[in-house]
């Protein structure tokens, strides 16, 4: 299993939202980071309801705000090795 997947797995998330993760991770893996308009056009979701997606995956921890990159840009959290902090 990936990092990410891993982690998804263990973020009690809703099956809907974790299948919309899925989505988006296929679609922004690589870039640096991502915006509303990314999660909107991989999963098909209203500009409202992307948000929505990005605030549960920052409550969880999957997603941080992209330092230095201005007011709406995220970016996927890169995962840790067991144990590490």
């Not at 209203?46 to 921890?61: A, D, N, P, V």
């Amino acid at each position: 299993m990936l990092p990410f997947e891993s982690a998804l797995a263990q973020s009690g998330l809703a099956p809907v939202t974790k299948r919309r993760a899925v989505m988006l991770y296929s679609v922004v893996f690589g870039q640096q980071e991502f915006n509303w308009g990314n999660v909107s056009k991989a999963t098909g979701l209203s500009r409202r309801s992307s948000f929505e997606l990005i605030k549960k995956l920052k409550e969880t921890g999957l997603v941080n705000s992209a330092d230095g990159r201005g007011r709406g840009a995220y970016r996927f959290v890169p995962a840790r090795k067991p144990f590490e902090s």
